[in-house]
């Protein structure tokens, strides 16, 4: 399996609140992607990167940013967090973003109360 | 991204041979079709990728007719832990980015 981890595994936080989500890979890969999945949904982009400090929109980026100042770390923040926002998120890599296999973390369940 | 069409789920048994058809009539000239695997509590899993005819790995095999205008996802002799959710994707995997576009995928249920 590729190395990605995601922390935190659980969280439970308050509407309002910031968070941060944080995915860590230990392939070198060029992309990183967070996605979110909710019932009925499927995945959703929310933000990628395709390299350090190259970053661009997915399909439900409002409230949400990203940050990635290190090949290996990619970030997710809920700047003020709402209870829609509450889901399961995934953090995924490429290597080239062409193509390839994705290669998905063990996910992130957020519950915003 | 192309749309795509799956069954909501299908019931199988150990043994049996699973298939899975998507449609996907919006099919442009450079998309690829790409199915993912994903287990309870997991991330998807890459299962298989093809362009047109046939491919096959260890997994699974993919049918894809002529037109390109629906792909088959064929699992053969399933066992209990092939119960997840198969998604079909379809895109120009060549663009930059990569970005995948899940639908809701099929839910496989294998029972003994």
């Known amino acids: 399996d590729a190395g990605i981890t995601q922390s935190p595994r659980h969280k439970v936080t308050e509407t309002g609140t910031p968070v941060t989500l944080r995915c860590h890979q230990t392939?070198?890969?060029?992309?990183m992607y967070w996605y979110r999945q909710d019932p009925g949904h499927g995945l959703r982009l929310i933000h990628y990167?395709?390299?350090?400090?190259?970053?661009d929109k997915g399909e439900v980026s409002d409230g949400y940013s990203v940050s990635r100042s290190k090949t290996e770390d990619f970030l997710l923040t809920l700047e003020s967090a709402t209870s829609s926002q509450t889901s399961v998120y995934f953090c995924a890599i490429s290597e080239e973003g062409r193509g390839e296999t994705q290669y998905f973390g063990p996910g992130t369940r957020l519950l915003v109360l | 991204l192309a749309k795509t069409t799956q069954p909501i789920s299908m019931d199988s048994y150990e043994g049996q041979e699973v298939n899975i058809t998507c449609s996907h009539n919006n099919i442009a000239t450079n998309d690829y079709i790409t199915w993912y695997q994903q287990f309870p509590s997991q991330g998807p899993r890459f299962i298989i990728q093809?362009?047109?005819t046939k491919v096959t790995n260890e997994v699974a095999s993919l049918f894809i007719p002529a037109d390109r205008k629906s792909s088959t996802l064929s699992l053969p002799r399933v066992s209990l832990s092939d119960t997840a959710v198969y998604y079909c994707l379809v895109g120009d995997m060549r663009a930059a980015g990569n970005k995948l576009t899940f639908g809701g995928g099929t839910r496989v249920l294998v029972k003994p």
């Open positions: 990167s395709y390299g350090v400090k190259d970053t």
């Open positions: 392939e070198n890969h060029r992309y």
């Open positions: 093809g362009y047109k």
